[in-house]
């Protein structure tokens, strides 16, 4: 699938790393964020329509209180004291949601680039986001300060470097993992778990019988040896064979989505559920062929802009590249494909198996925050509801991060104080995500006008 994305730019890192230096990651799956900060202790939110991520109806005339870095109290005006003091926040007519969570990103470029890429992401709301298999040295550095709160960023989560066959997808990064046998597989797990990473990635893909997949037996030593170290595995697929060969290994969660939607069976989709299997869709990535080509417009925004690297927007914006990608011959291949895509979503969302939302990031032509609030789009386009879009990229997303009960992605008490106050209803139109007053982190207000731009 997708021959074309392959001749779309990606940017790479700046350091071709052979030698991994081992970077040790603090805190991992359970982390939070240290109990300082500045600015107010307490903050009231009052009047406010409240979306919880929890899927639950919104709640009117809400009242939201944050002390410290977490949520204190929740629940309507008329039942819920008003603490004295703090800040005072007057949300009549506004909306709050949690803050944003983003599956499936990517921070390709040096430590300079990536630290701009991830204050894009707090600026639109993206308050916690999980790097998917490229990241170096040089990147498990940065996230490790991300963690200890000395750079602007969202709560962070790794899969450190991916593995793939060593010919095979993505060909475009030389340096993930290529093993060729299932001791070299096992090994690199091994270092993993050195590295502590949250999850370990694999790409099992042939881009359309192009490249060589992963083969059964190394995918299995992968899942194993990190069953041992109870390390998630997330696998991207195209193919349904190779989904139900890795959810009978014990795969629980699937990047992008299954085309061959006709023969997947009732039966299998219960089994997938039973085990509690979860798929994150990346329709924006399937999308970016044609997207910005058809929607130059967009391209006028100047918060998506500021969040792609200066060269690559330039030869977006050149109508020499629009005209190429509109007359691609694949393009009516590629547009079919993606709406067998929407119906394999709408089977897994009629039999009640989670998705979440991952944009793929970063790859490319997704601008890095923007993709998130589109990815939410294009679910609702292909048929979910905008509360079952909302809380995929927040109470739902929480929980396929956290593998038990999160402490973040909710707006209830105890929980980590991550929102986000719009001036719009996203159940009206889910586009108004986008409409962001403000932005908290861990009970701090993100200077969204402070963030660099381009």
């Known amino acids: 699938m997708h021959s074309l994305l392959r001749s779309l730019p990606m940017k790479r890192p700046s350091i ?44 009117e005339d809400s009242v939201v209180v944050i002390e410290g870095t977490r949520i204190q109290a929740v629940g309507s005006r008329a039942e819920t004291p008003v603490p004295k003091g703090g800040e005072i926040i007057d949300g009549t007519g506004k909306t709050v949601i949690p803050g944003l969570i983003e599956l499936h990103a990517h921070y390709f470029g040096d430590r300079t680039e990536m630290e701009r890429l991830l204050r894009a992401q707090l600026r639109f ?37 991916g593995f793939t066959h060593p010919d095979g997808h993505p060909v475009q990064l030389p340096f993930v993992r290529r093993p060729a046998s299932e001791e070299q597989a096992r090994a690199g797990v091994t270092e993993l778990a050195t590295q502590k990473v949250d999850f370990i990635k694999m790409w099992v893909e042939s881009k359309n019988g192009t490249l060589p997949k992963i083969t059964p037996a190394i995918r299995q030593a992968i899942v194993e040896e990190a069953s041992k170290r109870h390390i998630p595995v997330v696998a991207h697929i195209f193919d349904l064979e190779d989904v139900q060969q890795l959810a009978g290994l014990g795969v629980k969660q699937f990047l992008h989505t299954v085309c061959d939607t006709e023969d997947i069976s009732t039966e299998f989709l219960g089994r997938l559920k039973a085990q509690g299997v979860s798929f994150i869709p990346t329709f924006t990535v399937a999308e970016r062929p044609w997207y910005f080509a058809e929607n130059p417009g967009d391209l006028d925004d100047p918060e998506l802009r500021s969040s792609l690297e200066p060269a690559l927007l330039a030869d977006i914006l050149s109508e020499e590249t629009r005209r190429k990608l509109l007359a691609e011959p694949m393009l009516a291949q590629l547009k079919d494909e993606y709406a067998r895509g929407e119906r394999f979503v709408m089977k897994l969302a009629r039999h009640g198996i989670r998705i979440g939302v991952g944009s793929d990031s970063g790859a490319g032509v997704i601008p890095t925050g923007w993709g998130t609030h589109h990815e939410m789009q294009l679910l609702v386009k292909a048929g979910l509801t905008p509360v079952q879009a909302l809380r995929a990229a927040t109470g739902e997303a929480a929980a396929l991060l956290s593998g038990g009960e999160p402490a973040f992605g909710t707006i209830e008490p105890d929980k980590a104080a991550d929102l986000l106050i719009l001036d719009a209803d996203p159940l009206a139109d889910i586009a108004n995500t986008r409409k962001i007053r403000r932005v908290m982190q861990a009970g701090r207000w993100i200077d969204r006008e402070g963030t660099p731009a381009q």
Do not use: F, N
């Open 16 to 59: 071709l790393l052979t030698i991994l230096v081992p970077i040790w990651l603090t805190g991992c799956a359970s982390q939070d964020w240290p109990a300082t900060q500045s600015g107010p202790q307490l903050v009231t939110i009052l009047g406010a329509r409240l979306i919880d991520g929890s899927g639950a109806a919104p709640m």
């Open 125 to 161: 709301g993206v308050t916690t986001s999980r790097s998917m298999g490229a990241d170096t040295a040089e990147h498990l550095a940065v996230i490790a300060d991300a963690r200890a709160r000395k750079i602007p960023a969202p709560r962070l989560y790794t899969a450190g470097l």
